[in-house]
């Protein structure tokens, strides 16, 4: 039997301005047959990040450029439908660079088995990409230590979740920023942080000022621009400021909007690092253990915001910019009838 | 009426050789009027540290030189007799480098109100040098992050337990080495450790081994020798080796006997480090707040061992070598019918 496979594709470059379902298009090819070496996998659930709007901007030069009329990358879980390679058997769960489509035929080095099969989406997520940037940024730049007030922004993301609740695990005074009060609830509430505020109060900058009495020994920051300016007017001596993502640059154009604050670095011999995950690959394999136990005993919880349907691809990442989503933003795909 | 002065004089260097009770000579003489400027203080609770061993053998060149003939110096709480000083009341509980006598007239500037009048010990202890040490050295050298597994020497002892316990605070895995299942069972059942090891056990390699499967991420080690080196020997990779003491020399004269285990730092990619506490004055006041914090929440607990009576203070330091005390040492004087 022929597999139909859909396929969204490349095409616009959203530079300077928002992602918009005009930027992809959709088509349909045949299935590509596995080679030797090869696994053929069914695209299950696939997992969308803020940096996919960088891959299509070609900006940062750390990733392989993208061209139009590429078939839209990203990591997601799938089934092994048909293997050439050795390891690899129909049936088996598989994590890897699937891209946004049904199928997808790849070498049986791009796939792993998913760490735990009975929770395969844990591999998009805390014990993926977005698990490890909160491990390894926070362990090697955030440098917590029982007592510090750690203040993280999109704190009810995917990664700022994480890195809110190891601060919590580690002792830290932990505060989260938000948008909205529902998800400061649940911040508070689900997560445990000791408080969390809504960047949209108008008060946002005094609320700052009253939950960090003697100053942030951490900022963790994912979204830049004014909200990264207020908190680095409020460093304690010594901070770290890490810089993991910015995403207001969405609403914005171009890059963050500069913090004039920056300058406070120096009064408070404060630190302000970037990093790409990559960097710090020596740390994966206990990053991944130490979640995985903290995961197992309840310390660490995985919030994900799943959407259905392939249709849905680009409106899924569309809500990563608009702050909709609520923990790690996921797409199960629907393959209709040929599953069957 | 004339205050009679009872004191302590070194009287001995005991170099090579354990403290014995003929290194200390008792006098009496009458307390000397303070002058202008300065402050009489009656002297209550006197702490004792291993490092008094080396002021009195004169080694390591950070403090002053000893004298045979002086009085002994110690840390101690006591109570304002007479004051020529602003700030400073009779009746008033005040800490400072008091020395093992009845009565000391000194500079204001050398004194300072304790922390908490309800519980003035606690400044000899967990919010002064000892509490400090742990802290400082913690912070600056062990870089502790949760999950971490972290070992620990002389844990029932006063810098040992706070070390632990901030550990514990800061979610990682903790591990206490001690001497004598009651020292063991004290750090499990009331320090709230992970887990304890008796050094004086058979097969304390192997439990060593055990309790640290992906190997020791921070050692902070109170006591050198033969037990440092068997840590030493299961690092994890990064590992982080915190010397604060080496009281195990006391046991062999001179200094501890060298790990043979070192040039496991270079397989790990390790750093072992020693500090001086005054190099981390920058934390003090940080240090001192965060801990009473956690003293007033109850997650931090201070154990003191009490002796009591002024004849009592060469072999109440002796506690200290002989392993018999738990938890901070100190000694209460009775002042007898002068005080009445």
Known sequence: MQLRNRQWKIAGRPVGRDVTEADFA?????????????????????????????????????????????????????????????????GMQVVGPLGWQDYAALPASDLRPVSNPARP??????????????????????????????????????????????????????????????????????????????????????????????????VWDNVGGTILNTLLGHLAMRARVVICGGISRSKTGGMPVGPENYFNLVFKRATMRGFILHDHEALFDEGRRRMAGWLAEGRLIAREDVQHGFDNAPRTLMRLFSGANVGKQLLRLDHGEEQA
Chains 1, 2 share one sequence.
């Open 121 to 218: 989406s844990d591999d998009l997520g805390v014990l993926g990409l977005v698990g490890l940037t909160a491990y390894c940024g926070f362990k090697a730049i955030g440098q917590p230590f029982p007592g510090d007030t750690v203040m993280i922004t999109g704190a009810a993301g995917a990664v700022g979740s994480v890195v809110a609740q190891i601060a919590r695990i580690g002792g830290c005074q932990v505060i989260g920023v938000a948008g909205g009060p529902e998800k400061c609830r649940m911040l508070v509430e689900e997560y445990g942080l000791d408080a969390a505020i809504d960047y949209r109060a108008a008060d946002f900058a005094a609320q700052v000022a009253a939950h960090a009495p003697n100053g942030i020994d951490v």
């Open 26 to 90: 959709s088509d349909e090819v045949p299935a590509r047959a596995p080679e030797a070496g090869e696994v053929l996998v069914r695209v299950d659930l696939l997992a969308f990040e803020p940096a996919m709007k960088g891959w299509m901007e070609n900006i940062g030069g750390y990733v392989a450029r993208t061209e139009i009329g590429d078939v839209m990358r990203g990591t997601a879980v799938g089934t092994v439908i048909e293997s050439r390679a050795d390891g690899f058997s129909p």
